[in-house]
């Protein structure tokens, strides 16, 4: 049974830093794209960042440059570096996995979905 499990979510200050993890159990972590998404209240679900099997890495641009997606195979543990925090971060944070191993084509690709970890950056 996949399970993702998402942690490190706070409240900071413009400008400030978060690190979220999300912790997978029940496949093997590291043959399989992994991906953060965020949505805030009243807007869609955004694809933050994704990483694949092979280590490919995407960011969605309004995030490039501030924000590191990483991934620890042995610890089965993803990871999203936050920093420079901006207002418009603010959304609930999901790590997800992709339906099968290896890479994935689109968003609807990922179909496992911890419950989300908060994030508020006030200004």
């Known amino acids: 049974q996949v399970q993702l499990t998402e942690s490190g979510g706070g409240s900071v200050q413009t400008g400030g830093s978060l690190r979220l993890s999300c912790e997978a159990s029940?496949?093997?972590?590291?043959?399989?794209?992994m991906a953060w998404f965020r949505q805030a209240p009243g807007k869609g679900r955004e694809k933050v960042a994704t990483?694949?099997?092979?280590?490919?890495?995407y960011y969605t641009d309004s995030v490039k440059g501030r924000f590191a997606i990483s991934k620890d195979n042995a610890k089965n543990t993803l990871y999203l570096q936050m920093n420079s925090l901006k207002p418009e971060d603010t959304a609930m944070y999901y790590c997800?996995?992709?339906?099968?191993?290896?890479?994935?084509?689109?968003?609807?690709?990922?179909?496992?979905w911890g419950r989300g970890t908060q994030v508020t950056v006030s200004a």
């Open positions: 997800a996995r992709s339906r099968y191993p290896g890479g994935y084509v689109g968003e609807s690709d990922f179909i496992h």
């Open positions: 990483i694949k099997d092979d280590g490919d890495i």
């Open positions: 029940g496949y093997t972590f590291s043959v399989y794209s």
